[in-house]
């Protein structure tokens, strides 16, 4: 298993003055291929957010996402997530390229399209079968 991990500054959007910047770090796992992980944990404990690799993907270039996460590029500068929870909905802004660079390096470890080769079948069915 091979790992990305890095820390992305994020704008928390409020629409008040508690808007606030937040570092959060960002991982991806060859043995996870479909998603990319946000961790928040040092601002609210056990909040990690799992995102579809693909989903963030696409909305680099185009509005992407239904339920509780939604992916748009802004002003060509800045990658909006809209991630809804028990709490709301957060509004959270980061740089569109410093987004782009991180999933280019995740599509070196796994090209999109192969991310079923990393998964591990009897470990899943395993899993599976002592739940």
Known sequence: ????????????????????DLDVGW????????????????????????LSRELLITGLHTPAGEGDVHVALFDDTSLLIALAGDEGIALLAASA????????????LVPPGHEYTRIDWDQGLADLLAA
Not at 7 to 12: A, E, F, G, Y
Not at 97 to 108: D, G, I, Q, S
């Open 1 to 20: 298993m091979e790992r990305l991990a890095t820390r992305i500054p994020m704008r928390l959007m409020t629409g008040d003055e508690r808007s606030r």
């Open 27 to 50: 991982s991806y796992r060859t043995d996870d291929s479909h998603a990319i992980h946000l961790d928040f944990t040092s601002y609210q404990a056990d909040a990690v957010w799992s």
């Open 97 to 108: 390229e410093t987004v782009a660079r991180f999933l280019a390096a995740t599509t070196k």
